[in-house]
């Protein structure tokens, strides 16, 4: 049986109003009609609809209008565009503008009933791949352990709310994975999931990305250029890296969380925006804000829930699931054959301190996908795979610090991350584990130093067991 669907129509010709919820009726249809665009906003705040029929030229708002006005409030029911005075220009505007379609009048029923049947299809394939998205587990979170049962018991509290969430956690432990996650549990799943990374855009950049801008805003602006926070609107908007925000444009951002609109560079008019934003960070936003690197009004702002991810040399019962995982989603995106990892060989991935985290893990594992000669992966597979235990690198547990020489390879911030762990380990011992002093010799606050240590994955207990 066809899909029945619920349209909204809008023209301020009472005669096409009749003609066509006359046709969509006799065809099983449900259809609602207004003359006028301020209340087909209204009707569209009250109920759901599956697809919206608008008519461009209409006293006050057109349509044109409505479509900007819908899209920017997130709405994503999708639109046709009908019109009486069609040119191609305006055709053209109205697919940019993102209508789904572009009719002329006079209509014929035939027409539109094959049209009603193509964007319901469309929209019955969009959520089919949305499901497929989740089956395959590209986004998904791995883990039956202690710390990830607890990461999944809050992710799953916070997500229903509106409530900001800033997710901490090493580079690669899946701070994208959780953000995801929140959204696909929230009430905006089927809106938008937006991202930027506030580290990787260029400081003059920063505000076009989240703003957008108007065409000749600046130089090489040569069209209009819709934000990250209009593109999530309806939808989640995720800030990664905000601790690497700009001070300048940290201001801006606060306004915007206040006041629910942006202004696109070069624009005269506020754009209302309904959009949640979730942020994340690898660094210690209380201390950046301390040392004012870090605007405490906007920390207040997004500090409201926050998360912090384990690192993977926390997670050593998760192991035999995540590479399993791993090793089936590799065999699958490059059409290999599925390999399984013996217990000793995830013995053996257990030794190493992981810096890169679940990242690293799962590169660690298509190489060892691609590379092992048979079907189960042995611990000499993973030793050839990872140098680091061959040589001899110190085990998680036994250390009860992540083994990291300074002066190995890495980005910078792993690099700083393990010389500071290497300072504290140092520091810890030289006081015999008195936090006081140590945090006295260190110029640290007690509870800071303490944040540190578990921030870098410093197990005090069993380094004190060790000695």
Known sequence: MPRKAHLLLVDDDPSTLASL???FRMAG??????DNAA????????????????????????????LEELKAAGVQTPVILISGQASVEMAVRAVKLGALDFLEKPLSTDKLLVTVE???????????????????????????GPAMRKLLAQI???????????ILGETGTGKELVARAIHEKSARRDAPFITLNCAAVPAELIESELFGHEKGAFTGAAARHTGKFEQAGGGTLFLDEI?????????KLLRVLEEGEVER????????????????????????????????????????????????????????????????????????????????????????????????????????????????????????????????APANAAAGVAASP????????????????????????RHNFHMTNVARALGLERSHLYKKCQQLGIDLQTLRKSD
């Open 156 to 166: 799953n509290r916070v997500a229903p709310s509106e409530t900001r969430v800033c």
């Open 118 to 144: 193509n964007a319901l299809r469309l929209t019955r394939l969009e959520e089919e791949n949305r499901e497929l998205r989740r089956r395959l587990g590209r986004h998904e979170l791995v883990g039956s």
């Open 265 to 392: 560079v070069g624009g005269g008019q506020p754009v209302r925006v309904n959009v949640r934003v979730l942020v994340a960070t690898h660094r210690n936003l209380e201390e950046l804000v301390r040392h004012n690197g870090f605007r405490s009004d906007l920390f207040h702002r997004v500090y409201v829930f926050p998360l912090l991810l384990p690192p993977l040399r926390e997670r050593l019962e998760d192991f035999p699931e995540l590479t399993a995982h791993f090793a089936r989603q590799v065999a699958a995106q490059n059409g290999w054959r599925e390999k399984e990892f013996s217990a000793e060989a995830i013995a053996e991935l257990r030794r190493y301190s992981w810096p890169g985290n679940v990242r690293e893990l799962r590169n660690v594992v298509e190489r060892l996908v691609l590379l092992a000669a048979e079907d189960v992966v042995t611990p000499a597979d993973v030793r050839l795979a990872l140098p680091a235990l061959a040589a001899g």
């Open 39 to 66: 209340r087909a906003a209204e009707l569209l705040r009250a109920e759901s609809f599956d697809l919206i029929f608008s008519d461009v030229v209409m006293p006050g708002k057109d349509g044109l209008a409505l």
């Open 29 to 34: 249809h449900e259809a609602t009609v207004c």
């Open 243 to 251: 601790g690497d925000m700009p001070l300048a444009m940290q201001a």
């Open 406 to 429: 300074a002066g190995a390879g890495g980005t910078l911030a792993e690099r700083v991350e393990a010389f500071e762990r290497e300072v504290l380990f140092a520091e810890l011992r």
């Open 21 to 23: 919820a006359r046709a």
